[in-house]
């Protein structure tokens, strides 16, 4: 502003040179110098204003840019929470559908365990142990001290589950192990060395009465299906350190192994 000032006073003096060399009168030669100082304050409020529009126009920009940045920001939210959704949507899918399949594994478990169970007529015990069903046959029934061959009672009592086990297509089709088991005596020399050859023996017995031919009078079960083995007295049930836990630890078991569609804990089942 003073730069215009000082471009002015010479020009307001030349002026009044000009004006009174011309003969223009004071009060003349006062309007033009009105109107110059008019002129020049109008100047200078339209600098200021032309300032202001251009601070006003680059707060404008910069607004405009946060709301931008503020947009995307809000749509990479709005996309990021979509994305959680789903993904908690297809979580609870799978559960739900989990879910549905462990309460069909149960059923189904449920339904082999009540199929079994109908042993518990002919004094076997059904129980439900390491994840699998087993029926348990006590050794002292089945055999002599120290022999692998089936006593006549032992005989009558495999016979009658291998009818059982026939009568039921479900059962035929399924795949058992027969597992022999020992107590904790020594059992030395013979033809069978220790417990854990007199328990195989034992099983295989059991296995070649269950899958032998009516005709020859065996229980007629499908070989395919069956297997022995022998765990001497490595497997207990019960304490060894008395004569009635010897007892329940002499025994032979009936083993349903599971399918991969009923593979779960059978403790939600119980014994």
């Not at 309007?31 to 204003?49: F, G, N, P, V």
């Not at 589950?161 to 020399?189: E, S, Y």
């Not at 022995?228 to 329940?248: C, I, L, Q």
Request: charged content about 30%; proline content about 3%.
């Amino acid at each position: 502003m003073r730069g215009v000032a000082e471009t002015i006073r010479p020009l307001l003096g030349l002026s009044a040179f000009i004006f009174f060399g011309c003969g223009y009168s004071q009060e003349e030669l006062d309007q033009h110098i009105r109107t110059a100082e008019s002129l020049r304050s109008d100047l200078a409020t339209e600098r200021a204003l032309r300032k202001k529009a251009e601070a006003d126009y680059a707060d404008a920009l910069e607004e405009l840019e946060n709301v931008r940045r503020d947009g995307e920001q809000k749509a990479l939210s709005l996309s990021t929470a979509q994305a959680d959704l789903e993904t908690q949507q297809r979580a609870i899918a799978e559960y739900a559908a989990r879910l549905e399949q462990l309460e069909q594994m149960r059923i189904r478990f449920e339904a082999l365990r009540e199929k079994l169970v109908g042993m518990t007529s002919l004094g076997l015990k059904v129980v439900v142990r390491d994840n699998r069903i087993i029926i348990q046959l006590p050794g002292d029934v089945l055999f002599d001290s120290g022999s692998d061959r089936l006593r006549k009672e032992g005989q009558e009592i495999v016979l009658s589950v291998a009818k059982i086990l026939k009568n039921d297509p479900d059962l035929m089709k399924r795949q058992f192990q027969v597992a022999g088991h020992t107590d904790n005596r020594p059992f030395k020399g013979g033809m069978f060395q220790d417990n854990w050859g007199l328990s195989a023996m034992r099983a295989r017995s059991v296995v070649e009465l269950l899958v032998r031919s009516e005709e020859e009078g065996g229980g007629g079960l499908p070989a395919a299906n069956w297997s022995a083995a022998g765990y001497g007295s490595e497997d207990p049930v019960a304490d060894n350190s008395t004569e009635e836990g010897r007892a329940k630890n002499r025994r032979v078991e009936l083993v349903a192994e599971p399918d991969v569609r009923e593979m779960l804990d059978l403790k939600t089942i119980g014994d």
